[in-house]
């Protein structure tokens, strides 16, 4: 089955830029798509289609994918981004989350 | 506004069955895929099952493939996940989320999640 792999933590001094990686085999040719969950809540997406953000979500965010890793850059960090960011991509109509991330702003 | 009520999750006996339901509004319901969505406490999210807009194609994760079976009611907007042959591993926080796509060929992203009913399998 295939697997999505992704650092268990980042941590990023507010202000600064924290990326967020997610290791699959030949994950560039699929579409990776990024949600944010927050305690207690339910995931939001964030970025679409590898780098595509939904209405409301911040320029701050953004997204990348090529040959094995995708990639969420979080940019000039704020405290409200503290969250578990997944990636997530579909494999032969199988639905795929990446093992999360949790995102700490220094 | 799009509104997803998920409800129908208590605590159940290993073995036993349940029928979790989730109320959606604000959007024309039967052009989208709808999905289930779980999360074991503390756990990371793991895609559970996915049905077509029309009810006509319907796809499961392995680990519940045989004992969960997803259905939808778009006279009612409603999806439906009857859970049998429940285990402790099923223990999870069960999400309805909506797909972008009418699910007919490949789904696409999940643009609105509901906030999710607790299922707790435990004797």
């Known amino acids: 089955s295939y697997e999505l792999t992704q650092p268990l933590s980042v941590s990023v001094a507010l202000g600064q830029t924290a990326r967020i990686t997610c290791g699959g085999n030949n994950i560039g040719s699929k579409n990776v798509h990024w949600y944010q969950q927050k305690p207690g809540q339910a995931p939001v997406l964030v970025i679409y289609?590898?780098?595509n953000r939904p209405s409301g979500i911040p320029e701050r965010f953004s997204g990348s994918n090529s040959g094995n890793t995708a990639t969420l850059t979080i940019s000039r960090a704020q405290a409200g981004d503290e969250a578990d960011y997944y990636c997530q991509v579909w494999d032969s109509i199988t639905g795929v989350f990446g093992t999360g991330t949790k995102v700490t702003v220094l | 506004e799009v509104q997803l009520v998920e409800s129908g999750g208590v605590v159940v006996q290993p073995g036993g069955s349940l029928r979790l339901s989730c109320a959606a509004s604000?959007?024309?319901?039967?052009?989208?895929?709808m999905h289930w969505v779980r999360q074991a406490p503390g756990k990371g999210l793991e895609w559970v099952s996915l049905i077509s807009w029309d009810g006509g194609s319907t796809y499961y994760a392995d680990s519940v493939k045989g004992r969960f079976t997803i259905s939808r009611d778009n006279s009612k907007n409603s999806l439906y996940l009857q859970m049998n042959s429940l285990r402790a591993e099923d223990t999870a926080l069960y999400y309805c989320a909506k797909d972008i796509s009418p699910g007919s060929t490949m789904p696409d992203y999940f643009d609105y999640w509901g906030q999710g009913t607790l299922v707790t399998v435990s004797s």
């Open positions: 604000g959007f024309t319901f039967d052009d989208y895929a």
């Open positions: 289609r590898d780098s």
